[in-house]
């Protein structure tokens, strides 16, 4: 899922200093598993700016809410009251639902209050790790299901490069070497001898490299709308 | 292995003498008269002398504008290209710039990675890793090709290198197997790591003479000679994928300082004659960071001297 992490008090309080009427518009989706924007963050952050203009002194009404998800505009039609009663919106779902949110309500200025940073995994308690970089062209298939692009710091198709040690990536101690991984499962797996055939420049366009990207399902545009989908 | 190039380090390595490389870094500023100093230091005890691309990821002067010196020095250039920097289009057009100044050797590498250097912030690209370029020089050398598929008319004519670190992780087994896999891709000629661990080297040899790939490029044995004990231990500590075996710091240790100098040197002379022996090597590339003017010395004391005419 998308990993954000909420955004320092005092940045999110610099946008709105100069407002009112606020609503922190959470979503239920990936930032409430990363605990960054869901019911009880967007709470947290209500009751900081609520702190902050009374000790500024200044009129307030901080308003709580969250919706199923930001990314969706069924979902986000849910908002259209509180929107409009509110001077500024912080969103703090991630920087999908933040724009989406702007691009239904457009004449109403809203801010994000999360950093979001990337596809990844709940590793631990408050431990979460990249794992995905969305290459539009899955290679998992050869390296062993670990994903050379978003686990090697130089995204390297035939690695590991010279600074590999002690299966520790060449930046960091802290920063396992992708592939150390891939050739350690690719031992497991008893495929090592695919590991001695190049591999050829990948073809980044499926990537962010292409420009913004699209995709067109034909098959679901057909198709009648299924359980679990909003769009009913 | 008959030469295929122009390159003189290729011939010289082709007719089964030793090879010998050095390497300059350039400035972090425009004094393009300090390449051509340490390139007069180094040019009569050498093949060819590489030109490091912005090395450990911090800003120099670039390496084709100074191997475009050396060139019109008279001095045979080896143009490092790391993959760090440039995208596939900004490689190609450096590759084809480079052979237009007839420079006819490329160390192709993958970079470190720029949180080393001076500009940790910057974005990276590595579009393509070290095994990608070198597919990427052979294209466009023997089938006349850019990657796009687009035909030249005129070919660039070089003769292809890598590194490889026999001494970095997972094991020696596939540090050797990737060797082997930049020789497939196209590699001809292999400058290692900074050896310093000679069992492990040695192993790493066996198993590069046992799968053949020795028959197909020369291997170049890296060597660095330690200027100071402090130097050594920085080497051992904080150089990922390096390897330095505690009897040589207890060695320089055993040396008032300011003869540890003196003893790197003569380590070092001494790593050459030892590595000579071993059955693949053809070639010494020695890096001496910082200390251009030893490598007349450790040439000299190594049997490397003087450098054969071809
Ligand atoms: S190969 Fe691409 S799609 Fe597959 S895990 Fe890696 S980044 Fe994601
Ligand atoms: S050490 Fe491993 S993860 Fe890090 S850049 Fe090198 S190959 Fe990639």
Known sequence: MIKATPKPLEEIINYVKDFNKILVAGCDGCVTVCEAGGMKEAKVLGSALRLY???????????ETTITRQCDKEYLAELKDMVENADAVISIACGCGIQYLTEMYNDKIVFPGVDTHFMGINADRGIFEERCAGC?????????????????????????CGGSEAGKCEISKDTPCGWHLIYERLEKLGQVDSFTKPVDPKNWRTSRDGGPRVIIREDLRKAEPQHGSAHS | MEPRTPSKLEKIMAAGHLGVTSEVGPPRGADGAEI???????????????????????????????????????????????????N????????????????HNMLCLTGDHQTFGDHPMSANVFDLDSVQLIQTVKLMRDEGKLLSGFEMKVRPQIFIGAAENPFAGPNVELRALRLGKKIAAGAEFIQ????????????????????????????????????????????????????????????LKGVPKEKQAEEGIKMAIEMIQELKEVPGVRGFHIMAIEWEEKVPELVKGGGLYPRPQV
Request: with cysteine; net charge positive.
């Open chain 2, 36 to 86: 051509e100093h340490k390139g007069h230091l180094i040019k009569d005890y050498v093949d060819a002398v590489n030109v490091t691309d912005n090395q450990t990821s911090v800003v120099r002067l670039c390496s084709l504008a100074s191997c475009i010196r050396l060139k019109q020095m008279g001095i045979e250039p080896v143009l490092q290209m790391t993959t760090r920097d440039r």
């Open chain 1, 53 to 63: 203009y009374t000790q500024a002194g200044k009129d307030h009404e901080v308003v």
């Open chain 2, 192 to 251: 290692t790591q900074c050896i310093y661990n000679i069992p492990k080297f040695k192993e790493w040899m066996k198993i590069a003479v046992d799968k053949g790939y020795t028959d197909k490029a020369y291997i170049m044995a890296g060597i660095t000679p330690f200027k100071s004990l402090g130097m050594a231990r920085y080497m051992k500590t904080k150089v990922p994928g390096m390897d330095v075996p505690d009897n040589l710091i207890d060695r």
């Open chain 1, 136 to 160: 539009g062209q899955c290679v998992l298939a050869s390296t062993g299901g670990i994903c050379p692009i978003a686990r090697c710091s130089k995204r390297m198709l035939n690695g590991p």
């Open chain 2, 88 to 103: 596939r289009i900004a490689m190609q057009s450096d590759i084809l710039g480079a052979a237009s100044f007839g420079i």
